[in-house]
């Protein structure tokens, strides 16, 4: 299939298989009434849901094959993967002054440094 671009000169579309072989992150969140939602946020409103992880996961894969394959055939934009780039990992915060004692006594007690103790801190809150 082939598109114009922005001189309309035609281009090559990639293929159906080339865009059905691309792998997207996937959120993958337990369902408060039992089993397993997932989503693939590149692709929009391709989601499921599934007693298990391996039915949802499969289940997944299949809503991922129909959006493709769909919006390949009527000519939309498929969305590539995002990625991680965009995120350094580095982040700094501000604090009062004794909630920054509070969190160094509390690491040190522990035995780790501030910075792995609030990385603990945070991922244990963010599930």
């Known amino acids: 299939m082939k598109t114009l671009n922005q001189k309309n000169q035609p ?10 072989n691309l792998q997207y992150p996937v959120t993958l969140y337990p369902d408060p009434e039992g089993g397993y939602v997932a989503q693939i946020k590149d692709l929009p409103g391709c989601l499921t849901q599934g007693e298990t992880l391996e039915e949802t996961m ?10 493709i394959e769909t919006a390949y055939e009527i000519g939309d934009n498929i ?26 006594e509390t690491s040190e007690r522990e035995g780790v440094s ?3 103790y609030i990385v603990s801190l945070l ?4 599930r």
Not at 58 to 67: C, K
Not at 83 to 98: A, C, H, Q
């Open 11 to 20: 281009i090559e579309k990639p293929s159906l298989e080339y865009y059905l």
């Open 58 to 67: 499969a289940n997944l894969n299949e809503a991922r094959e129909l959006w």
């Open 114 to 116: 501030l910075n792995q």
């Open 79 to 104: 969305p590539l993967p995002s990625t991680n780039d965009s995120y350094s990992g580095k982040l700094i915060v501000r604090m009062p002054k004794s909630l920054h004692r509070r969190l160094a």
């Open 123 to 126: 991922s244990a809150i963010s």
